[in-house]
Every structure is written in structure tokens, then in C-alpha cells.
């Protein structure tokens, strides 16, 4: 294994606040950290580049109704006579950090890259609110946006679900609780380096553990503060790597090679095959675990986008267009 020279720049940027690991921290604490977002803003000043997002036409910040109060959300939209297709999408931070702005690039990317309205979506955070609270939110929310998409210039026939590390959590198992009720799926669900299990001795988590940014005495703590009964890890909106994976939509996975999570990301590709799903997996050597969003600083980043958003506007052109 050899890392990239582009994601070892940002992982040195990173270093170089010297801020203490999120789990030696309390969770308020590690909430008002340096993320790896901000790594990455650094390496492009200090090359001399622009530092500014990336541009898409339309953004927004808006409010969801939930099963706890309104959640915070965020539309983005590229140019386009609508209706356009609609991703839902859900940050990662172990479900206990982190927030829209964090995750921003990544959102606006998977906007242009799948030519679609995104609508980023919080939810309540561990320890204050534990599982399965971040798993209803994210129900709510896909819900609540299927049904008012027409709303916002998207098209409710062709909605699909993504997100990262614990996101990606989130995505599959809403996509589970659909399933469970009968009601239509997304059309497709993109996971990036998702949290799929609560198992802690994977071929990654053994080879990764001490990785950065993400290793294995965060993965911990951060299941720790989620759900703290460890029987409760075993139910299927917790770890979906061992739920009936049958009548999930066609997915597209996305592992990074230093992660303690590839391991499980790769498997539950596996499971998926194995219960009739179309999915799609590729592995990004030599780039770690949060390296997807920084596509202005690492090139494998930039592709990683493209590939997700190539499989999304694959879905999106096999669903009829409503209106």
C-alpha cells in the first residue's frame, strides 16, 4: 500500500492543527474541531489557490419537518428546466459530529456531477440524542422530500439516496425501512465508505488502525456514543450488513483503501449481490476514509464524484420523467 502524494498533502495539512482526536474529547468539544474540510481549504491557500466552493447555481438552507422538531437541510441545484432528479443525501461524523457545512463540497459536487437537485440533510446527533434517533430523521426526511419535490423543481418518480461513512448508514437503512413498509424506494442509493457493522476486527480495521482521520478507536467511541447497548448494534438500521437485503434499489459503493471501513463497505457489496441487488463497487487506493469530498485538492476525489455521479444519472435516465 502506498498513499497518494495529493491526499498524504491534506493529511499533513490536517496534522498540523494539532487538535486532539475527536473520541479524547467530549462530544461538544470535538463538534467545534478542525475537520478534514478544513485541511483541505488550508492546502489550497498555501498553494495558492482559491479556497471557494465549488459553484452551483442554486443553494439554499431550508427546514424539514421531523419526528423531533424541523431539521436543518440544505438544497442544491444546477441550471435546468425542471423537474429535475432529486438526491437525498445525509453528512457523516460517526453521528455525533459534524454538520451541512462540513459535508458542503461533497453536496455540491454530487449536484453537478449527477445534473440534480441535492437536498443535504442533518439529524439529531449522539450522545444527546442516540439510535435510533439519526435513523428517523433520515426517514423523515427522504419521506417528507419524495412528497414535496414537485415543490422545488424535482421530479418525486426519480429520487434517489447517498451518503458518507455514517451517512451512508443512514441511506441504506432508510432505504430498509421503505422496504419494510412498502413504500417506493429510491431509485438508487450511492454509499461512500458507509458504516455498514459494529464489528471491530475487519481485514481494514486490523490493517488501518491507527489510520487517519478516521481509525479505529474513533469508529469505537463513536459507536459508543450511538448506541451504547451493544445489543441494539445488532439490529438492522444499526449494522444493515446483517438485515434482509432484499428489494434494496440498485447501489453504487464507494470504499477508500486506508479506511478502517473498507473492509465492511466491500462486504456489504457482497450481501447485496447475494440478495438479487445491482450494485456497483470500486475501491480508491491510497486515499483514506473522508477523502471524497476534496475533490479541488486530490484527484481521486474528483473521480470518485464522477463515477457516483455517472451512476446516478444512469438511474435517473432509466426512471421515466414525470411532467
Given amino acids: ?4 502524494p495529493q491526499m498524504q ?3 499533513a495539512a490536517f496534522a498540523e492543527f ?7 474529547v467530549p462530544p461538544e468539544v470535538a463538534r467545534r474541531g478542525p475537520t478534514p474540510a ?9 498553494q495558492g489557490k482559491s479556497s471557494a466552493p465549488q459553484t452551483v447555481p442554486i443553494v439554499h438552507d431550508m427546514s424539514i419537518p421531523g419526528p423531533a422538531g424541523d431539521i436543518d437541510a440544505r438544497l442544491y441545484a444546477p441550471a435546468g428546466d425542471g423537474p429535475l432528479p432529486v438526491l437525498v443525501y445525509f453528512h457523516g461524523g460517526g453521528w455525533v459530529i459534524a454538520d451541512l457545512d462540513t459535508y458542503d463540497s461533497s453536496a455540491r459536487a454530487l449536484a453537478m456531477a449527477a445534473e440534480c437537485i441535492v437536498v443535504s440533510c442533518h439529524y439529531r446527533q449522539a ?3 442516540p439510535y435510533p434517533a439519526a435513523h428517523e430523521d433520515a426517514v423523515a426526511a427522504t419521506r417528507w422530500v419524495i412528497a414535496h419535490a414537485a415543490d422545488f423543481g424535482g421530479d418525486p418518480s426519480r429520487v434517489a439516496i447517498a451518503g458518507e461513512s455514517a451517512g451512508g448508514n443512514l441511506a441504506t437503512t432508510t432505504c430498509l425501512e421503505f422496504a419494510k413498509h412498502g413504500w417506493p424506494t429510491p431509485i438508487h442509493e450511492l454509499l461512500v465508505y458507509p458504516v455498514v457493522d459494529a464489528a471491530f476486527g475487519t481485514p481494514s480495521y486490523r490493517e488501518h488502525v491507527d489510520a487517519k482521520p478516521l481509525n479505529r478507536a474513533m469508529m469505537v467511541w463513536f459507536w459508543d456514543n450511538y448506541a451504547p447497548d451493544p445489543a441494539m448494534r445488532l439490529e438492522a438500521h444499526a449494522s444493515p450488513l446483517h438485515a434482509d437485503l432484499s428489494g434494496l434499489p440498485p447501489t453504487t459503493i464507494v470504499t477508500a483503501e486506508i479506511d478502517p471501513l473498507c473492509s465492511e463497505g466491500e462486504a456489504y457489496g457482497d450481501r447485496l ?3 438479487g441487488v445491482d450494485v456497483n463497487v470500486r475501491r480508491f487506493n491510497g486515499v483514506a476514509h473522508e477523502f471524497f469530498g476534496m475533490g479541488a485538492a486530490v ?10 455521479g455517472q451512476a446516478l444519472r444512469a438511474s435517473f435516465a432509466k426512471a421515466p420523467a414525470k411532467g
Wanted: hydrophobic content about 45%; proline content about 10%; cysteine-free.
Fill in 1 to 4: 500500500m502506498s498513499i497518494d
Fill in 9 to 11: 498533502a491534506v493529511l
Fill in 18 to 24: 494539532n487538535a486532539p482526536p475527536p473520541n479524547t
Fill in 38 to 46: 478544513d485541511a483541505v481549504k488550508k492546502l489550497l491557500l498555501a
Fill in 127 to 129: 450522545p444527546e440524542h
Fill in 273 to 275: 449481490r447475494a440478495a
Fill in 299 to 308: 484527484k481521486k476525489a474528483a473521480e470518485a464524484q464522477k463515477f457516483g
